[in-house]
């Protein structure tokens, strides 16, 4: 077996330093595996969907706010968990849903008490119990769909709705480490959302019932 060498493995390092830094500069061609794979079935409700279209418009820090009390999380778990999106270590998730819909339980079924028409995306450290509320879009936007690229950094797309009353995607990919999201756009004004628009599977896993 060859054995592995201090310059091999500052030649990986190089590697990934090289491929975090093309994509720091406005290109999101490292990421195409996940919209190919995690993210395809959002990807296919947008017309004309080119990920090379995508232009990074700005930096946007996350908001850092605390958000609730994350010493007990058994009867939030007994509603969301199935929607929350874990990091790749399990030591992190992100919540998109449980700002904006309000949920119950009542026995064997998941009940809704109606929403908010606001959005937020909240990070839960399990080690240290932290809650933050991380990022704020209001009726206009809206979060469709977060994935982890690896166990600091993650992916959150979803639509903003334009003038012409269509909505086009946006690309978040956030960072905790920088605590901050680089911010993605489209420069092609024909791609959009369907009407149709995209539920993710893990809010659907949840069965949620009109009261």
């Not at 500052?10 to 500069?25: P, Y």
């Not at 449980?98 to 339980?105: A, F, G, I, K």
């Not at 119990?129 to 991380?134: E, F, Q, S």
């Not at 993650?154 to 690309?171: A, K, L, Q, Y």
Request: net charge neutral.
């Amino acid at each position: 077996m060859k054995r592995i060498t201090p310059h091999f493995i500052l030649l990986i390092c190089c590697l990934c330093s090289f491929q975090f830094s093309i994509a720091q500069k406005g290109s999101l061609r490292f990421y195409d595996t996940y919209f190919q794979n995690q993210l395809a079935g959002w990807t296919k409700t947008i017309r004309r969907f080119k990920l090379s279209a995508f232009k990074k418009t700005g930096v946007l820090a996350f908001e850092k706010i605390d958000y609730a009390d994350g010493s007990s999380m058994k009867d939030f778990y007994s509603i969301y968990k199935p929607a929350l999106t874990f990091s790749n270590d399990s030591a992190q998730f992100i919540d998109i849903y449980s700002y904006w819909l309000v949920l119950e339980r009542k026995e064997s079924k998941i009940i809704s008490h109606g929403g908010e028409p606001e959005q937020a995306a909240t990070l839960f450290d399990l080690s240290t119990k932290k809650w933050t509320r991380i990022f704020f879009c209001g009726y206009a936007e809206r979060i469709q769909e977060v994935i982890w690229t690896t166990n600091t950094t993650f992916i959150m797309v979803g639509v903003s709705e334009e003038n012409d009353s269509t909505n086009h995607p946006i690309i978040y990919i956030g960072n905790t480490i920088t605590k901050s999201f680089d911010v993605f756009t489209s420069d092609d004004q024909g791609c959009y959302q369907y009407k149709y628009g995209y539920d993710s599977p893990k809010l659907l896993s949840l069965k949620i019932h009109e009261e």
